[in-house]
Every structure is written in C-alpha cells, then in structure tokens.
C-alpha cells in the first residue's frame, strides 16, 4: 500500500516540477527507493534461507539469475547491461550458506557500479558474469567496463577500510554511489577463502572489459 502511495506521489511530483535541479533530486530520490525496494526484497529470501544455518551446494545458474532479477529495476536505472555466460550445464558450488552468495554478488555489483560511475568515457555500463567448472573447481569471472584499477593497486583493494572510492565532497552531487567503507571485496575475499576458494584482480578475457574478478570455488563433489 505505501509502495503504491509513493510511486503515484513521486509520478505527480514529476509531472509538477519545472526546475531541473529539483527534479533531478527527485529522480534520485525514486532511484534510491527502487533500489532500496529490490534489495530489501533479496535480503528477506536470503535471510530466511540462512535463518536454518544449513550449507547447501549452490546451483549458480539459478542464484546469479535471482540476484540480478530482483535488482533489474537498479541495473536499468544506471544504464547497465548485464550479460552472462554459462559455459557448462551444472555449475555448482561445494556446500555455502544461500545468503554467502547474496554478500558476494551484491558487493560486486556495487563496486563495479561505482567504477562504471567513475568513467566518464562511457554513457552505457556493461557488467560480465562468465562461470564455468574446469575439473573439480568452478570459476566466475565478475567483469565491468568501470574506470579499471591499476596494478600497483589490485593487491590492497581486499584490505580492510581500502576504498578506491572518491571522497565526498561539497561539488559531488551524487555520493551515494562515490563513497564506501572499503570492506565490500574484503568481505568477499573472506568468504571465498573460508571455503578454500581464492579471489583475485583478473585480465578480463573479453577485451570490451576494462576490470575483472576471478573467484575460483571447489565444485560440488
């Protein structure tokens, strides 16, 4: 009922105002919800699955699909085109806990987001999910045609509080997606690496990429 409230309040206030700063906040503003509305909706399944503290092998295909499903309204909103690849038929992982997986692409998202956002040299952000399994491993590629990170860099992004993220200030007019705490990849890292998984700055091997992510996880035995 209140989402419905807000949609037709924003949809009226849109129609009303005539000053292009203003509307741009509020543009923001239903940007932020829609996000906030997708997100909340994929941590509330992930949760309640996690609630069990059962592990479970985790079908990739299917969980990769769901998270970028329940955030299309957020992809579409930041002109982000998302393309996946699947190269083998059963792409499961070893025993994780659902919501693991929900920490993993979320915070990889946002990072590629923000790094898309960075690059002034593009209007349309593209973001590459390639998973195949290789013997008794699966591997996913998280890639993004962002401002790209450097090399003398790709080591500490996974330290803690190491942000590449710009410094808010006075002139950003959008800092919701130009700050972070720098804990994201570490977050990840540690995931990955409690399942003896490994994760790394890549060589993206599509050369329309600019960055990418290689995590390495044991398959389901």
């Known amino acids: 009922m209140l989402v419905t409230i807000f949609k037709s309040r924003i949809k009226f206030l849109k129609k009303k105002i005539i000053d292009a700063l203003i509307l741009g906040k509020v543009n923001d503003l239903e940007e932020a919800f829609l996000a906030y509305q997708s997100y909340t909706a994929y941590f509330r399944a992930s949760v309640s699955q996690n609630a069990k503290r059962e592990i479970t092998p985790i079908n990739l295909k299917t969980t990769v699909n769901s998270f970028f499903r329940q955030i299309e309204n957020n ?11 699947y190269l083998n038929q059963y792409l499961i992982t070893c025993p994780m806990h659902p919501s693991e997986w929900l920490s993993i692409l979320f915070n990889l998202y946002t990072n590629s987001k923000k790094a ?29 045609n962002g401002d790209g990170i450097s090399n003398d860099i790709k080591e500490k992004v996974f330290l803690p509080f190491y942000t590449t993220s710009n410094p808010v200030n006075s002139e950003e007019l959008d800092v919701k997606d130009n700050s972070g705490t720098g804990l994201g990849l570490y977050i990840v890292q540690k995931i990955i690496n409690s399942y003896s998984g490994v994760i790394r700055v890549s060589s993206p091997s599509d050369e329309n ?13």
Do not use: C, Q
């Open 75 to 85: 992809t579409n909103k930041a002109n982000i085109e998302i393309d996946k690849e």
């Open 116 to 144: 898309i956002r960075r690059n002034k040299s593009i209007t349309d952000g593209k973001i590459l999910v390639k998973i195949e399994k290789i013997e008794t491993e699966i591997h996913i590629e998280f890639s993004d």
């Open 209 to 221: 990429y600019s960055t990418s992510f290689k995590i390495i996880l044991p398959a389901n035995a």
